[in-house]
């Protein structure tokens, strides 16, 4: 069988991974997930809906026929397993309103947070292309336009000595809903999160535009990596490449001084 292309597809509630990047939890998905050309992924919670192999789709949980926005997904996996790929630079986004319904539940007013923030509610692309992987040997995942555009930047520290290893790339609004959600359970209020992590919808990550930059020995996103050399580095060139770092000390947004965290500004 043909190999999936290594992009991630998105759907509402469900990403569509290529097989061969995912490891598996159990004994039972970890074989169906080494045969899989590609595999669903529910993204609220990261688990494995089901997998598309060569005598069809594979559930990997019960009741899969009851799974939020399954249609959509089987939808894109259709068009995948038909041969429709997306144009490489033809990078739509998702809409807002069930992002803004889920905030209204938590009590988190978006209007309000735009305000006082300065920040605007950031719309998931379509699809995403692969950017190799991270420090933590994760796929990394960008818009394709950063995608080419970290690889440029990234061989160019090289050549220079500097090395550049990617912390994060895109993050969709669910996981971020997710961590308010498990926070909220513990027993934080939606203020006191508020004061560490941005709200759902409202980071750049979102985009595929932005990622979290760190260097071999350093722990990931702390302000001691404005003293490294990689740092120096990026500071001297990144706008070159179209990368601009997103939060520098005192910025309006409130968010606190992030040497690590850069974004494409003109895709
Ligand atoms: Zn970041």
Same mark, same amino acid.
């Given at each position: 069988?043909?190999?999936?292309?290594?992009?991630?597809?998105?759907?509402?509630?469900?990403?569509?991974? =290529?097989?061969? @990047?995912?490891? +598996?939890?159990?004994? *039972?998905?970890? &074989?169906? !997930?080494?045969?899989?050309?590609?595999?669903? #992924?529910?993204?609220?919670?990261?688990?494995?809906?089901?997998?598309?192999?060569?005598?069809?789709?594979?559930?990997?949980?019960?009741?899969?026929?009851?799974?939020?926005?399954?249609?959509?997904?089987?939808?894109?996996?259709?068009?995948?397993r038909?041969?429709?790929?997306?144009?490489?630079?033809?990078?739509?986004?998702?809409?807002?309103?069930?992002?803004?319904?889920?905030?209204?539940?938590?009590?988190?007013?978006?209007?309000?947070?735009?305000?006082?923030?300065?920040?605007?509610?950031?719309?998931? =692309?379509?699809? @995403?292309?692969? +950017?190799?992987?991270? *420090?933590?040997? &994760?796929? !990394?995942?960008?818009?394709?336009?950063?995608? #080419?555009?970290?690889?440029h930047?990234?061989?160019?520290?090289?050549?220079?000595?500097?090395?550049?290893?990617?912390?994060?790339?895109?993050?969709?609004?669910?996981?971020?809903?997710?961590?308010?959600?498990?926070?909220?359970?513990?027993?934080?209020?939606?203020?006191?999160?508020?004061?560490?992590?941005?709200?759902?919808?409202?980071?750049?990550?979102?985009?595929?535009?932005?990622?979290?930059i760190?260097?071999?020995?350093?722990?990931?996103?702390?302000?001691?990596?404005?003293?490294?050399?990689?740092?120096?580095?990026?500071?001297?060139? +990144?706008?070159?490449?179209g990368?601009?770092m997103s939060?520098?000390?005192?910025?309006?947004?409130?968010?606190?001084?992030?040497?690590?965290?850069?974004?494409?500004?003109?895709?």
């Amino acid at each position: 069988m043909q190999r999936s292309p290594r992009i991630l597809i998105n759907t509402p509630d469900i990403e569509l991974w =290529p097989g061969g @990047l995912l490891r +598996a939890r159990s004994n *039972r998905d970890a &074989r169906i !997930l080494a045969r899989a050309w590609a595999v669903l #992924r529910r993204k609220r919670d990261g688990r494995f809906l089901a997998a598309s192999l060569p005598e069809g789709l594979v559930p990997l949980l019960p009741r899969l026929e009851h799974e939020a926005g399954l249609d959509a997904a089987i939808d894109a996996l259709d068009g995948l397993r038909g041969g429709a790929r997306p144009g490489v630079d033809v990078v739509h986004t998702l809409p807002l309103h069930r992002l803004q319904d889920r905030l209204e539940a938590l009590q988190l007013d978006p209007d309000r947070y735009g305000e006082r923030t300065g920040l605007a509610l950031v719309a998931e =692309p379509s699809w @995403l292309a692969y +950017a190799g992987d991270d *420090r933590f040997r &994760r796929p !990394l995942w960008l818009h394709s336009v950063a995608a #080419r555009a970290w690889q440029h930047l990234r061989e160019a520290a090289q050549r220079d000595g500097a090395v550049l290893e990617a912390i994060s790339g895109y993050r969709s609004h669910d996981y971020q809903l997710g961590i308010f959600e498990r926070k909220l359970a513990r027993g934080q209020t939606v203020d006191e999160i508020l004061a560490v992590n941005a709200a759902p919808g409202f980071s750049e990550h979102h985009s595929g535009l932005a990622l979290d930059i760190g260097t071999p020995g350093e722990p990931p996103a702390e302000a001691s990596f404005e003293a490294t050399p990689a740092f120096a580095w990026l500071d001297a060139n +990144a706008g070159g490449f179209g990368f601009t770092m997103s939060y520098p000390r005192d910025n309006p947004h409130g968010i606190v001084y992030e040497p690590w965290h850069w974004r494409l500004s003109a895709p």
